[in-house]
């Protein structure tokens, strides 16, 4: 009788040991990994809760294979070692290395299902080759997991966590140029629910929910951008108008003292008087309170109306000054006029003129009589000027 090879068994013996020592290698690897404790520590929820299930199942199995593998390959090895080998234990090798030698269950059968021949108890057995292969399969489960979860927590962690500083941030400059919040509210409501699926179900996570919490983190600082901008555009303006109010004040005293300078001199008809203007410093107080306060977007409206308001009654004192200013000048230019002429006429000897004398006392009573009435001045005026002319023309002098 021939003697079986044992080459088989001899090599199938050798890839066993070859893999047990990877396998240890790699559970151990799978004990350290971090996102593996994370998983083990952490309350998961959905997806993730079910996933991470069964891959501690396969955690489970897989160390349990561990151990049935390595007494096998054990007592193999102790076997084949022997010195001699009867035929028996040549069988026996072959056995525990190529045969269903591992038991991997044992079943009671329930005696109702059993029949007269049938056997108390059913065993679930596997070659070393069928376990290994469902060892792999199970560490394939388990790692997947555990490195799926691990790539999600490592990706999106620190992004979620500079999104939050950028709301910060945001959020800070955006008190700071009196910018509405509602978006960086919304766009903090999203980062909590997402920063909390991400904790407890990193496999359900959609990397998009991030991307739109920075798009209205984009939104929220052109908002307060705008802000800033239109509150640099209302603190320019508002020291524009300031300016404008000093500027009410000097033409308001301006106008008076022309007003006052005219009052008892000319007609009250020809007397320039700027009625109504309630005073605008208050109104111009409440907008600046607004501007302490940081309500921009209230201000640009009234100070618009306000400096409309301003401006008009701004040109109305001017007006009325250049006017009162303006009588004046115009009599003292028609007094300077009358000296002139009365002085030419002295020149050439008509001082006492019975003809030109009495328009002359005309004029000079218009112009130095108050209330002075100038349209009837200046016509005296222009009528003494006419008859001096007339005159010295006719006599040749």
């Given amino acids: 009788m021939t003697t079986p090879s044992m080459a088989p068994a001899d090599a199938e013996l050798l890839r066993l040991e070859t893999a047990v020592t990877a396998i240890a290698a790699n559970l151990v690897d799978l004990d350290d990994n971090p996102a593996r404790k994370d998983l083990d520590k952490t309350t998961l929820t959905g997806r993730t809760k079910a996933a991470w299930a069964d891959a501690t199942d396969a955690l489970s199995q897989l160390w349990d294979g561990y151990r049935l593998l390595t007494d096998t390959i054990g007592r193999a090895r102790s076997l084949r070692d022997q010195r001699r080998l009867s035929d028996a234990d040549r069988a026996a090798f072959g056995h525990q290395v190529l045969g269903k030698s591992i038991t991997l269950s044992t079943t009671t059968v329930p005696l109702a299902q059993r029949g007269l021949l049938g056997a108390g108890q059913v065993q679930l057995t596997c070659s070393p080759a069928e376990l290994l292969s469902a060892m792999e399969a199970a560490f394939r489960t388990a790692v997947s997991v555990a490195t799926q979860a691990g790539d999600v927590w490592q990706q999106l962690l620190p992004a979620a966590a500079d999104a939050a500083a950028s709301i910060d941030h945001v959020r800070a400059l955006s008190r700071q140029a009196g910018a509405p919040t509602g978006t960086l509210d919304e766009a903090d409501r999203r980062l909590g629910a997402f920063t909390a699926m991400l904790a407890t179900d990193p496999l359900a996570v959609d990397p998009t929910a991030l991307v739109a919490v920075r798009e209205l983190i984009a939104r929220a600082d052109a908002e307060r951008t705008s802000a800033a901008e239109l509150r640099e555009a209302l603190?320019?303006?508002?020291?524009?108008?300031?300016?404008?109010?000093?500027?009410?004040?000097?033409?308001?005293?301006?106008?008076?003292?022309?007003?006052?300078?005219?009052?008892?001199?000319?007609?009250?008809?020809?007397?320039?008087?700027?009625?109504?203007?309630?005073?605008?410093?208050?109104?111009?107080?409440?907008?600046?309170?607004?501007?302490?306060?940081?309500?921009?977007?209230?201000?640009?409206?009234?100070?618009?109306?306000?400096?409309?308001?301003?401006?008009?009654?701004?040109?109305?004192?001017?007006?009325?000054?250049?006017?009162?200013?303006?009588?004046?000048?115009?009599?003292?230019?028609?007094?300077?006029?009358?000296?002139?002429?009365?002085?030419?006429?002295?020149?050439?000897?008509?001082?006492?003129?019975?003809?030109?004398s009495p328009l002359a006392d005309a004029a000079r009573t218009l112009l130095y009589t108050a209330p002075c009435d100038l349209d009837a001045a200046r016509t005296a005026v222009n009528a003494y000027q006419d008859a001096l002319t007339t005159t010295i023309a006719r006599e040749g002098r």
């Fill in 235 to 356: 603190t320019q303006r508002l020291a524009d108008a300031r300016a404008l109010a000093g500027q009410l004040v000097e033409a308001e005293r301006a106008a008076g003292t022309a007003r006052e300078s005219a009052a008892d001199r000319f007609r009250e008809q020809d007397v320039r008087l700027v009625r109504g203007g309630a005073d605008l410093r208050p109104d111009l107080a409440a907008i600046e309170a607004l501007a302490a306060a940081g309500h921009w977007a209230l201000i640009s409206p009234r100070l618009a109306d306000w400096s409309r308001r301003a401006r008009e009654r701004l040109a109305a004192l001017r007006d009325a000054t250049a006017a009162n200013d303006a009588l004046l000048a115009t009599r003292n230019e028609l007094r300077g006029r009358l000296d002139a002429y009365r002085a030419k006429a002295l020149r050439r000897g008509l001082g006492e003129s019975p003809e030109l």
